[in-house]
């Protein structure tokens, strides 16, 4: 007489706790590997951006400014409120809007281009262009982060996420006018207010005005969409401190890529944003901000680097390279490959 022999209960146990410990193994495996393409997925994603501003340059001799402004007010007369989103007449195209076009994005930039070419720094603001704006475009975005799904509530609202942003230079943003800025080192502000980026307000840079060489200097830096529909980090079509520009990202309580400091990015709205998610400690998510608010006050705008890749953030030098930045570099090297123009050279 035949019998089958069946497993028992232990073994049956033996072989359960087995297959969920080797699953404990693979998991971490399998997300490293899932990041891993992630991270190159970005990075593809900054070259194919820094082949379009090239393109850019190509056609029109030199880069794209990080955000046209229309009458600018006089020194002296509230600097700050030069670049907050509640100024009148209203900000206008950034960069990324610039470079629709070199992006395979012709339709859209021609659906909305009479609104985009009368908005001219020296006139009244055809504020037409913010119709693209709850565009997503997947060329924009970093599969690392999170948040896409979420637009930008706040003036006029409805505005599409990103993860890449202009760099403005390591000076605060509210002096980049023309392509000025200042370069701080420690605590010390040095230069003659020409140590800028290579995009600015009203300007962007030829290629000749990068003198520190352009695969020393950052074109573009990677940010993160911010933590609700009311904070305006990550927003690709305008060009505010976080939303798609970084500057001032080397001093103060903004000091290194991810830093962890409560109060690192100086942007509009951060009270109210904090307010909406029951005012938690954001240093600690590597998304603070400190409370400035215009045009209730001229406040210093400065944004951070930011991305949710392990130990550093994606960049994008001038000459089109894509570099991985740790979080440990250097305050001073950090704000030195900021800078198009201040004669120091780094290895990166």
């Known amino acids: 007489m035949n019998t089958k022999k069946a497993f028992t209960l232990i073994e049956l146990l033996v072989v359960i706790a087995i297959i969920a410990i080797l699953i404990g193994l693979l998991l971490p495996a399998v997300q490293k590997v899932r990041e891993a393409s992630s991270r190159m997925k970005c990075a593809n994603n900054f070259k194919q951006l820094g082949l379009a501003c090239h393109g850019y340059i190509d056609t029109n001799n030199a880069l794209p400014p990080y955000v046209r402004i229309a009458n600018v007010p006089a020194t002296g007369s509230g600097p700050g409120d030069t670049l907050s989103s509640y100024r009148t007449p209203g900000f206008g195209p950034n960069w990324i809007v610039f470079v629709l076009p070199f992006i395979e994005q012709t339709a859209l930039y021609n659906q909305y281009s009479a609104g985009i ?9 055809d504020l037409s262009w913010r119709g693209l704006r709850s565009s997503s ?18 003036n006029g609202g409805n505005w599409a996420r990103g993860n890449y942003a202009a760099n403005g230079g390591p000076g605060l943003m509210i002096d980049t006018l023309g392509g000025s800025s200042n370069l701080n080192v420690g605590n010390t502000t040095i230069g003659d207010g020409l140590t800028g980026g290579p995009m600015a307000i009203n300007w962007g840079a030829k290629l000749l005005e990068i003198t520190d060489g352009t695969s020393n200097n950052i074109l573009l830096n990677e940010v993160r969409i911010g933590i609700n529909s009311l904070d305006r980090r990550g927003v690709w079509a305008m060009g505010l401190a976080g939303a798609s520009v970084t500057g001032a990202n080397n001093r103060g309580d903004c000091i290194l890529p991810n ?22 400690s954001l240093g600690p998510l590597r998304m603070g901000c400190s409370a400035d608010n215009a045009p209730s006050n001229w406040p210093n705008w400065q944004a951070q680097a930011r991305s949710k890749h392990t130990g550093g953030v994606n960049t994008c030098f001038s000459d089109g390279s894509v570099k991985f930045i740790t979080n440990n570099i250097q305050q001073n090297v950090w704000g030195y490959l900021q800078s198009r123009n201040d004669g120091q050279v780094f290895d990166y």
């Open 259 to 280: 830093d962890t400091l409560e109060y690192s990015d100086d942007i509009e709205d951060c009270t109210a944003l904090k307010t909406a998610a029951g005012s938690p």
């Open 137 to 154: 475009i997947n060329l924009l975005l970093c599969p690392s982060d999170d948040g896409r799904e979420i637009p930008f509530s706040l």
């Open 117 to 125: 070419n009368n908005f001219v720094p020296s006139a009244g603001a």
